[in-house]
């Protein structure tokens, strides 16, 4: 029912996540290598080997019913499961571009947006995406539809588009605003609503006019989940140094906040929200940059926060977005290639893909035997050229940053 998207994203991600999940492609010290690979041969073909189907930032997760889900991130990736999550398998997007958000309308018909205004359409499932030119270069943050037909997206610089024919085409809106926009949310054809920096937008007559709500933002707060619940009832979700929670109960005239009381961590870092998701108007969800879940139950009021996914040190965007099928089925997606999955309403959560210890260095001894060492004492080793690791007993919790051999 509702999104959260962007708020802050370091640049460095993609080659900080990629090097500390570790692949083959990643810092052979192979420093032996031609010496002691017989016929000196050279790799000319790279490909992913693990951990599979990807080891990317995964910035969004839709699933469109119980079996059938896709995720999509950094450097163009999309993936798609149709087991429920036990397997993913990897789509070619056409695109390098970052997506930050994917959104599927029916089994047949999907859309992802993302960076330097790239929007992506599929009418087949994922196999074959076409690229639209939207005349846009800003980055777009997110993608919804309330139908067949209508759909929303929000980016940069108060930028709001919308079809009415199922993408075919796209209409930029007017919402005399400059604001970053990260999230969109719609009850129908005609309530919606927006967030983005220091902002929420709400409309009442489809996008065509657009009024910025009377809120009391001090400090400053990036708003990165917004959900209508009802005729009368808005959430919404922001970045302050503890986070906040903002709801009205009059559609939008009025608006109460409260802290959502989130400690600082790491030595006094803040730990960011990421996005926002209600089923109804009691039950939703608040995942962190930091990984922890909050989950409430009485319409916001309190929140039980779930850290158990919280690494030990400081690791960016372990969870990024969060998406309800149902109150019992709901899926997580972070770095690393994470989705992370409850099916009891957020009583237990599952990694169904990614959530791999960080890995700080490795060392190859010839062309297929090679160690990777990192996080609490782990110490894996390959003997297949890095298609499959095991995981030796290394008698240590510390975290192991190199390995020479």
Same mark, same amino acid.
């Given at each position: 029912?509702?999104?959260?998207?962007?708020?802050?994203?370091?640049?460095?991600?993609?080659?900080?996540?990629?090097?500390?999940?570790?692949?083959?492609?990643?810092?052979?010290?192979?420093?032996?290598?031609?010496?002691?690979?017989?016929?000196?041969?050279?790799?000319?073909?790279?490909?992913?080997?693990?951990?599979?189907?990807?080891?990317?930032?995964?910035?969004?997760?839709?699933?469109?019913?119980?079996?059938?889900?896709?995720?999509?991130?950094?450097?163009?990736?999309?993936?798609?499961?149709?087991?429920?999550?036990?397997?993913?398998?990897?789509?070619?997007?056409?695109?390098?571009?970052?997506?930050?958000?994917?959104?599927?309308?029916?089994?047949?018909?999907?859309?992802?947006?993302?960076?330097?205004?790239?929007?992506?359409?599929?009418?087949?499932?994922?196999?074959?995406?076409?690229?639209?030119?939207?005349?846009?270069?800003?980055?777009?943050?997110?993608?919804?539809?309330? =139908?067949?037909? @209508? $759909?929303?997206?929000?980016?940069?610089?108060? #930028? *709001? !588009? %919308? /079809?009415? +024919?199922? &993408?075919?085409?796209?209409?930029?809106?007017?919402?005399?605003?400059?604001?970053?926009?990260?999230?969109?949310?719609?009850?129908?054809?005609?309530?919606?609503?927006?967030?983005?920096?220091?902002?929420?937008?709400?409309?009442?007559?489809?996008?065509?006019?657009?009024?910025?709500?009377?809120?009391?933002?001090?400090?400053?707060?990036?708003?990165?989940?917004?959900?209508?619940?009802?005729?009368?009832?808005?959430?919404?979700?922001?970045?302050?140094?503890?986070?906040?929670?903002?709801?009205?109960?009059?559609?939008?005239?009025?608006?109460?906040?409260?802290?959502?009381?989130?400690?600082?961590?790491?030595?006094?870092?803040?730990?960011?929200?990421?996005?926002?998701?209600?089923? =109804?108007?009691? @039950? $939703?969800?608040?995942?962190?940059?930091?990984? #922890? *879940? !909050? %989950? /409430?139950? +009485?319409? &916001?009021?309190?929140?039980?926060?779930?850290?158990?996914?919280?690494?030990?040190?400081?690791?960016?965007?372990?969870?990024?977005?969060?998406?309800?099928?149902?109150?019992?089925?709901?899926?997580?997606?972070?770095?690393?290639?994470?989705?992370?999955?409850?099916?009891?309403?957020?009583?237990?959560?599952?990694?169904?893909?990614?959530?791999?210890?960080?890995?700080?260095?490795?060392?190859?001894?010839?062309?297929?035997?090679?160690?990777?060492?990192?996080?609490?004492?782990?110490?894996?080793?390959?003997?297949?050229?890095?298609?499959?690791?095991?995981?030796?007993?290394?008698?240590?919790?510390?975290?192991?940053?190199?390995?020479?051999?």
């Amino acid at each position: 029912m509702a999104t959260g998207r962007i708020y802050f994203k370091k640049e460095y991600n993609l080659f900080f996540y990629l090097f500390l999940l570790f692949t083959v492609i990643s810092f052979f010290c192979y420093k032996n290598n031609f010496s002691q690979d017989p016929g000196n041969r050279i790799i000319s073909t790279w490909f992913w080997a693990q951990p599979k189907p990807t080891g990317t930032l995964l910035y969004s997760v839709h699933f469109i019913n119980q079996m059938t889900g896709y995720a999509a991130g950094e450097l163009g990736t999309i993936i798609k499961t149709t087991d429920g999550g036990s397997n993913w398998i990897q789509l070619t997007s056409n695109t390098s571009n970052d997506l930050s958000e994917i959104f599927f309308i029916n089994n047949n018909i999907g859309f992802a947006v993302g960076r330097s205004g790239i929007v992506i359409r599929t009418k087949d499932g994922g196999t074959r995406w076409t690229q639209f030119k939207t005349g846009l270069n800003d980055y777009l943050h997110d993608v919804t539809f309330i =139908n067949k037909f @209508t $759909g929303y997206i929000a980016g940069l610089n108060g #930028t *709001i !588009l %919308k /079809t009415s +024919n199922s &993408g075919d085409s796209w209409k930029k809106l007017k919402t005399f605003s400059g604001a970053p926009l990260f999230c969109l949310s719609f009850l129908n054809e005609n309530e919606g609503a927006a967030g983005g920096y220091t902002t929420i937008l709400k409309t009442s007559d489809g996008g065509m006019n657009w009024r910025s709500q009377n809120i009391n933002f001090n400090p400053s707060c990036a708003i990165v989940g917004i959900s209508c619940i009802d005729n009368n009832t808005i959430y919404a979700a922001g970045n302050s140094s503890a986070g906040s929670f903002y709801k009205s109960a009059d559609n939008g005239a009025n608006w109460i906040s409260s802290s959502l009381n989130l400690p600082y961590l790491f030595d006094g870092s803040v730990d960011l929200l990421r996005s926002m998701s209600f089923i =109804n108007i009691n @039950t $939703g969800f608040i995942v962190t940059d930091f990984g #922890t *879940i !909050l %989950k /409430t139950t +009485n319409a &916001g009021m309190s929140w039980q926060k779930d850290s158990s996914f919280r690494p030990s040190y400081e690791k960016l965007s372990v969870m990024y977005d969060i998406n309800f099928r149902d109150p019992g089925f709901i899926n997580i997606s972070g770095s690393g290639g994470t989705i992370i999955r409850s099916t009891n309403s957020g009583l237990n959560w599952t990694a169904r893909t990614g959530n791999k210890k960080t890995l700080k260095g490795s060392c190859f001894i010839n062309s297929k035997t090679g160690f990777a060492v990192g996080e609490k004492g782990i110490v894996l080793k390959t003997e297949d050229e890095g298609m499959n690791w095991l995981e030796l007993n290394s008698f240590t919790d510390k975290f192991l940053k190199s390995v020479f051999l």
